[in-house]
């Protein structure tokens, strides 16, 4: 098993596709581990995509990501990294794969309904973003 983040992010939500992505995951095989809803500060969403920070699109990706609730969420699954993403597929849905959660469910390449980790090490680091050990473990944080 191997674990993953991915984001529904608020332009899914806002729309009501929140319980629909959450059962594709499930019906692909993903465990969920952890869920919440969460509305992103600027702070946050400025320090979860800082890898960003240089490309020309990271104001509005920082505008949209608190522009509303999105639902972060640890999944587990086998080659849960690289497969989330093909079950989400291409960022721009135009070129996604027929019945990927963006083909399904986003509405542009930017409004894109979902975030997912690109790579192990990601997927670690975005995890421990949103959610302590002791979360995962189910166990409340003293």
Same mark, same amino acid.
């Given at each position: 098993?191997?674990? @993953?983040?991915? =984001? =529904?992010?608020?332009? &899914?939500?806002? &729309?009501?596709?929140?319980?629909?992505?959450?059962?594709?995951?499930?019906?692909?095989?993903?465990?969920? +581990?952890?869920? $919440?809803?969460?509305?992103? @500060?600027?702070?946050?969403?400025?320090?979860?995509? &800082?890898?960003?920070?240089?490309?020309?699109?990271?104001?509005?990706? !920082?505008?949209?990501?608190?522009?509303?609730?999105?639902?972060?969420?640890?999944?587990?699954?086998?080659?849960? !990294? $690289?497969?989330?993403? *093909? !079950?989400?597929?291409? *960022?721009?849905?135009?070129?996604?794969?027929?019945? @990927? !959660? +963006?083909?399904?469910?986003?509405?542009?390449?930017?409004?894109?309904?979902?975030?997912?980790?690109?790579?192990?090490?990601?997927?670690?680091?975005? =995890?421990?973003?949103?959610?302590?050990? &002791?979360?995962?473990?189910?166990?409340?944080?003293?």
């Amino acid at each position: 098993m191997n674990r @993953t983040l991915a =984001i =529904i992010k608020p332009d &899914a939500v806002e &729309a009501g596709h929140l319980g629909a992505i959450i059962q594709q995951l499930e019906e692909a095989s993903f465990r969920v +581990r952890a869920v $919440s809803m969460r509305h992103l @500060t600027r702070e946050q969403a400025e320090s979860f995509y &800082a890898v960003h920070s240089e490309r020309p699109f990271y104001g509005s990706l !920082v505008e949209f990501m608190t522009s509303g609730p999105c639902a972060p969420m640890v999944l587990d699954g086998e080659d849960a !990294v $690289s497969r989330l993403r *093909t !079950v989400i597929g291409a *960022t721009d849905p135009n070129e996604a794969e027929e019945g @990927t !959660v +963006r083909e399904r469910f986003a509405e542009s390449k930017e409004r894109n309904a979902i975030h997912a980790s690109d790579s192990p090490e990601n997927a670690r680091r975005e =995890i421990g973003f949103f959610y302590s050990e &002791a979360e995962l473990l189910g166990l409340k944080a003293g």
